[in-house]
């Protein structure tokens, strides 16, 4: 009705919560190490199509009336007033568990692309002392989070972490959370909406409730610098940041470093390394408990010290020229039905078949970060990583609030990971077809790495010029952004999207420059686990995919200044473009193994060659 709508008109319209961003923080680094209250579990959730939660009927802010849900007071006790409008009755809509993806929750969910809501209680904190933070390890792709009917806070990117202080929203009794979360992506988020994985709506990393004390150490950086020294970059956040003394120590190395904040709680220090320390490396991956203490808050993690770094066309690991024995990787665990809810023992099992079953030192990550708990368990288990956020395919280069969102979910992630030796390599993007916006878009990325983190190599996977005229393949690697970065990595389909002959991948020649490590980033052919076809090897058959193996990595061997491969893929991972009623129904079917973790044929192709490569440094 028209009287109610002039009177919404006039209500002010608040303005939209705060944007979580890197700059802004709070960035909580090593968060996951920190006393806090896990809120995975139980949770209700509640489609929302038309995000009325969040613009009514006619655009204007919703009243609580038609809100999502009835707000609860400290006691747990429902408001209670008969002429409201409950139209989303969280409370009594049904529940899922979290961490994961609602695409799994129930059929008619399977590809439910918008805004979800979500929703419940949790106890306030015993005995309140110092501050609190509600942190989401990620959720995709834009976040909505209010407290106690209060809205705290947005969230813009899928797979970066972000946190909201709550010190003073926080009750001593029940607390009601409710948090939106929509995956539509559009011509403006990073990625788009065309990618090749699926798009998993929803909270699919674990959201908790970390405490720390008044002033705590925010951001830390801990790592053995080329020059041969642990250096640290500490930062302290609250009202005793300015000028405050802290430590950083190594107890298992008898390390102690005193140092003293800035006037904006700045610490940089470096020490020599300790001779008798354990280098990190895939073979070695020793870690060691590392601590910073400011007054009365001490921040933990546990770090491995190691050097990467090229020279000429070798890659240098410790100062030793190391390949790279790796394959790709999406975020989704092995099974029929998976949901991109990462455990440990999850992010083991896939990684384990890199490290025990391809004889592996690396993993590409793609292509986006993955769950923190997959990086820990890299620098647990000794895989080098590369690391890289969602720029794929074609990006809004010339949108400003696309670059801003992207540097955001760079930096993100890099200062959620750079205390992690396994990383190896940042990587900016994949296939991305060469144009003036994005070279300029490209090049600021690789900007912001070098400023974040100058211990590491930068690379992005690209895309090269086929020589059409030539009878044999012939590729050359004309991107300009090769220029800039430290590793070059090209992704190559030829004998798979290219009718060439198998045969004829051994006459390839790859015109790249002679000056820079090169790495095959990516490489497959899909296979159908069980499908076999010894006599044709028809594409899509298991016998089809391993010699496309044997041809590409016979290839590869020719190639003088080849550092190192991450094939795609280890897992088939599902993929809503990949309908080929036959052979994928929904999976991209590039796995050396199959989603429920059957070994193709090619597995033990790839495995030998490893093992063969390993041996002989
Ligand atoms: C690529 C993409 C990857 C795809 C793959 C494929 O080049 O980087 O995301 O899944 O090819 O299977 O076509």
Same mark, same amino acid.
């Given at each position: 009705p028209m009287a109610m709508l002039a009177a919404q008109e006039r209500l002010p319209v608040p303005p939209p919560p705060p944007l979580a961003t890197a700059e802004a923080g709070p960035l909580l680094v090593s968060a996951d190490m920190r006393d806090g209250t896990d809120l995975s579990g139980p949770w209700h959730y509640s489609i929302d199509p038309f995000r009325a939660g969040l613009y009514g009927f006619h655009g204007e802010q919703p009243d609580k009336g038609q809100l999502r849900y009835r707000e609860i007071d400290a006691r747990g006790e429902m408001a209670a007033d008969s002429r409201i409008l409950y139209e989303f009755d969280m409370a009594n809509s049904p529940t899922t568990t979290l961490p994961s993806s609602w695409l799994t929750e129930a059929p008619e969910l399977r590809h439910y692309q918008g805004l979800m809501w979500y929703q419940r209680t949790f106890p306030g904190p015993a005995k309140r002392t110092g501050r609190?933070?509600?942190?989401?390890g990620a959720a995709n792709y834009t976040t909505y989070v209010y407290l106690n009917g209060q809205p705290i806070g947005r969230h813009e990117g899928g797979f970066t972490p972000f946190a909201f202080e709550v010190t003073k929203l926080l009750r001593d009794g029940v607390n009601q959370i409710t948090v939106g979360v929509d995956s539509q992506a559009t011509e403006a988020t990073v990625p788009p909406p065309v990618t090749d994985w699926e798009n998993y709506g929803g909270i699919t990393r674990p959201i908790r409730l970390v405490h720390t004390p008044a002033t705590y150490v925010d951001d830390a950086w801990v790592r053995m610098t080329r020059d041969g020294r642990i250096a640290v970059d500490a930062h302290l956040d609250g009202a005793g940041a300015a000028n405050r003394a802290?430590?950083?120590?190594?107890?298992?190395?008898?390390?102690?470093?005193? @140092?003293?904040t800035d006037a904006? @709680?700045?610490?940089?220090?470096?020490?020599?390394?300790?001779?008798?320390?354990?280098?990190?490396s895939p073979e070695r991956p020793k870690l060691y408990d590392v601590t910073i203490t400011a007054g009365d808050d001490t921040w933990r993690d546990r770090i491995g010290f190691r050097t990467i770094e090229t020279r000429g066309s070798e890659i240098l690991l410790n100062g030793k020229p190391v390949f790279l024995r790796g394959i790709s990787l999406h975020e989704e665990e092995i099974g029929t039905d998976p949901t991109r809810a990462i455990t440990p023992a999850s992010a083991r099992a896939l990684l384990g078949e890199i490290k025990d079953g391809l004889h592996g030192n690396f993993v590409r990550l793609a292509h986006y970060p993955h769950n923190?708990?997959?990086?820990?368990?890299?620098?647990?288990?000794?895989?080098?990583v590369w690391s890289e956020v969602p720029v794929y395919w074609r990006v809004?280069?010339?949108? +400003?609030? $696309?670059?801003?969102?992207?540097?955001?979910?760079?930096?993100e992630n890099i200062l959620r990971d750079r205390n992690r030796a396994s990383i190896a390599i940042w990587s900016v993007a994949n296939e991305t077809p060469v144009t003036d916006a994005r070279n300029t878009f490209l090049t600021t990325l690789v900007g912001d790495v070098r400023k974040l983190d100058d211990s590491r190599l930068v690379s992005a996977a690209l895309l090269v010029?086929?020589?059409?005229?030539?009878?044999? +393949?012939?590729?050359?690697?004309?991107?300009p952004l090769a220029s800039q970065l430290d590793v070059l990595a090209i992704n190559t389909y030829n004998g798979w999207y290219s009718p060439d002959k198998l045969s004829d991948l051994a006459k390839s020649e790859w015109r790249v420059p002679a000056d820079k490590p090169l790495v095959f980033s990516e490489f497959g052919a899909d296979a159908k686990a069980g499908f076999h076809d010894p006599a044709k090897g028809q594409k899509?058959?298991?016998?089809?995919?391993?010699?496309?193996?044997?041809? $590409?990595l016979g290839m590869a061997d020719k190639l003088?200044?080849?550092?190192?491969?991450? +094939?795609w893929i280890l897992k088939d991972f599902r993929s809503p473009r990949r309908q080929n009623p036959d052979f994928q129904q929904g999976w991209n079917r590039k796995g050396l193994i199959s989603e429920t973790g059957q070994r193709k044929e090619a597995f033990g192709v790839l495995s030998d060659y490893y093992a063969r490569k390993g041996a002989a440094r």
């Amino acid at each position: 009705p028209m009287a109610m709508l002039a009177a919404q008109e006039r209500l002010p319209v608040p303005p939209p919560p705060p944007l979580a961003t890197a700059e802004a923080g709070p960035l909580l680094v090593s968060a996951d190490m920190r006393d806090g209250t896990d809120l995975s579990g139980p949770w209700h959730y509640s489609i929302d199509p038309f995000r009325a939660g969040l613009y009514g009927f006619h655009g204007e802010q919703p009243d609580k009336g038609q809100l999502r849900y009835r707000e609860i007071d400290a006691r747990g006790e429902m408001a209670a007033d008969s002429r409201i409008l409950y139209e989303f009755d969280m409370a009594n809509s049904p529940t899922t568990t979290l961490p994961s993806s609602w695409l799994t929750e129930a059929p008619e969910l399977r590809h439910y692309q918008g805004l979800m809501w979500y929703q419940r209680t949790f106890p306030g904190p015993a005995k309140r002392t110092g501050r609190y933070f509600l942190r989401f390890g990620a959720a995709n792709y834009t976040t909505y989070v209010y407290l106690n009917g209060q809205p705290i806070g947005r969230h813009e990117g899928g797979f970066t972490p972000f946190a909201f202080e709550v010190t003073k929203l926080l009750r001593d009794g029940v607390n009601q959370i409710t948090v939106g979360v929509d995956s539509q992506a559009t011509e403006a988020t990073v990625p788009p909406p065309v990618t090749d994985w699926e798009n998993y709506g929803g909270i699919t990393r674990p959201i908790r409730l970390v405490h720390t004390p008044a002033t705590y150490v925010d951001d830390a950086w801990v790592r053995m610098t080329r020059d041969g020294r642990i250096a640290v970059d500490a930062h302290l956040d609250g009202a005793g940041a300015a000028n405050r003394a802290l430590t950083l120590q190594v107890p298992e190395l008898r390390l102690s470093l005193a @140092g003293k904040t800035d006037a904006s @709680g700045h610490w940089r220090g470096s020490v020599n390394a300790p001779t008798g320390m354990t280098r990190w490396s895939p073979e070695r991956p020793k870690l060691y408990d590392v601590t910073i203490t400011a007054g009365d808050d001490t921040w933990r993690d546990r770090i491995g010290f190691r050097t990467i770094e090229t020279r000429g066309s070798e890659i240098l690991l410790n100062g030793k020229p190391v390949f790279l024995r790796g394959i790709s990787l999406h975020e989704e665990e092995i099974g029929t039905d998976p949901t991109r809810a990462i455990t440990p023992a999850s992010a083991r099992a896939l990684l384990g078949e890199i490290k025990d079953g391809l004889h592996g030192n690396f993993v590409r990550l793609a292509h986006y970060p993955h769950n923190e708990v997959m990086t820990r368990t890299a620098d647990e288990m000794g895989l080098l990583v590369w690391s890289e956020v969602p720029v794929y395919w074609r990006v809004a280069w010339s949108n +400003p609030a $696309t670059l801003a969102t992207a540097r955001n979910m760079l930096a993100e992630n890099i200062l959620r990971d750079r205390n992690r030796a396994s990383i190896a390599i940042w990587s900016v993007a994949n296939e991305t077809p060469v144009t003036d916006a994005r070279n300029t878009f490209l090049t600021t990325l690789v900007g912001d790495v070098r400023k974040l983190d100058d211990s590491r190599l930068v690379s992005a996977a690209l895309l090269v010029e086929r020589d059409r005229t030539a009878t044999r +393949p012939v590729m050359t690697l004309a991107d300009p952004l090769a220029s800039q970065l430290d590793v070059l990595a090209i992704n190559t389909y030829n004998g798979w999207y290219s009718p060439d002959k198998l045969s004829d991948l051994a006459k390839s020649e790859w015109r790249v420059p002679a000056d820079k490590p090169l790495v095959f980033s990516e490489f497959g052919a899909d296979a159908k686990a069980g499908f076999h076809d010894p006599a044709k090897g028809q594409k899509f058959s298991e016998e089809f995919q391993a010699d496309y193996y044997r041809a $590409t990595l016979g290839m590869a061997d020719k190639l003088p200044t080849l550092r190192g491969m991450s +094939p795609w893929i280890l897992k088939d991972f599902r993929s809503p473009r990949r309908q080929n009623p036959d052979f994928q129904q929904g999976w991209n079917r590039k796995g050396l193994i199959s989603e429920t973790g059957q070994r193709k044929e090619a597995f033990g192709v790839l495995s030998d060659y490893y093992a063969r490569k390993g041996a002989a440094r």
